[in-house]
């Protein structure tokens, strides 16, 4: 699909959430591709993907009706409202903060807002990234590995979680009160558990720790413990579609994106330079006829680790987000829209 053809298929009945939903219509600030079509890797059958930003209205800011966002699974669109999006591109979510770094013309909408979104992305980069993009890319591991024709082992699953675990660690501390490394001790064992060899233990000693910051924290350990679950029981459905190679290359696609970040190169959504070893790779040249990735792959993938490694101790981007630039640009956009100034 083109993008003229693109164009005008969001104009189609389908679409007129886009324009009859209260949240949306003249509150889209930012509507733009995602997914393959935003990474420049998609091919003929390849779905449409929409994603975007929507400001929040006046009774959202003042009220607790507050609006985080808006989902059309019929046409795989997303619309998230600013307040929501500014949390998420505070922590460099790599599903959200791919938004920012599309080509120009791949922007559907852009008011003067979303393009003052655009202008300042710079204080949302941090070292963020290495735990955002490195436990996205671990998961995305894990899912190359499982849909593979011979399902990674159980001792070997564990530890897998456990790295995922340990990679948003930083990412929890920095949105419930933190923990340190000895009051959450996370390690693997001989398991209790009937039909696993090992599993995950923790040692906890916390006191005068706030409940509703455990419950969440608590949570998220379990949605990481869960999802891992719901992996397994679509693998045969993944191997029977062939998207082996498909997260083979989300993969290599992730760990580029990050290596951009780390140097100081911003957030770079279509990979025009990697264009042909995406491709390659999705298309299935590294992966052999059992669906396993051929010794090649993961060459291509330590050697981009490697140079993810010394970017890592060597980035100049600073450790935390300008949350003073970010805050002040969520009010001074909120306070305008509370005065109707947009």
């Known amino acids: ?40 890797t998609n091919i003929e059958t390849s779905d449409l993907d929409i994603r975007g930003i929507a400001l929040n209205q006046k009774s959202d800011i003042l009220t607790n009706n507050n609006f985080e966002q808006f989902v059309n699974e019929e046409t795989d669109t997303t619309i998230y409202g600013l307040n929501k999006m500014i949390t998420l591109l505070s922590n460099l979510n790599p599903n959200t903060c791919e938004l920012l770094g599309l080509k120009p013309e791949h922007y559907l909408v852009l008011s003067p807002i979303g393009q003052e979104l655009l202008d300042n992305i710079d204080m949302f980069i941090s070292k963020k990234c290495i735990q955002t993009f490195g436990g996205y890319a671990t998961s995305q591991l894990y899912r190359l590995k499982q849909k593979s024709s011979h399902s990674m082992q159980q001792a070997d699953l564990e530890k897998h979680i456990l790295k995922t675990i340990n990679n948003l660690h930083n990412d929890f501390n920095s949105k419930y009160s933190s923990i340190s490394d000895d009051q959450m001790h996370l390690y693997i064992d001989t398991a209790v558990q009937e039909g696993y060899d090992t599993e995950i233990f923790m040692d906890l000693k916390l006191s005068h720790y706030p409940v509703r910051d455990y419950c969440s924290l608590w949570n998220e350990l379990q949605a990481i413990v869960k999802s891992y679950s719901k992996i397994g029981i679509r693998n045969s459905k993944a191997i ?5 190679s498909k997260h083979a290359m989300h993969l290599i696609r992730l760990n580029f994106m990050l290596l951009d970040i780390l140097r100081g190169n911003g957030i770079i959504t279509y990979r025009e ?7 390659d790779i999705r298309n299935g040249k590294y992966t052999k006829d059992d669906n396993q990735m051929i010794e090649a792959f993961y ?34 956009v909120n306070e305008r829209v509370v005065r109707g100034e947009i």
Request: hydrophobic content about 35%.
């Open 240 to 244: 029977e579609h062939g998207k082996v």
């Open 273 to 279: 330079k990697e264009h042909d070893l995406l491709m």
């Open 1 to 40: 699909m083109t993008l003229e053809q693109i164009k005008q298929k969001i104009k189609e009945p389908e679409y007129n959430f886009l324009v009859e939903n209260e949240h949306l219509g003249d509150n889209i600030i930012l509507l733009g591709l995602g997914g393959s079509h935003a990474y420049g």
């Open 299 to 332: 060459d291509i993938l330590y050697e981009v680790e490697k140079e993810i490694d010394y970017a890592k101790n060597n980035t100049s981007i600073p450790d935390k987000p300008d949350y003073k630039r970010i805050n002040e640009f969520l009010a001074n």
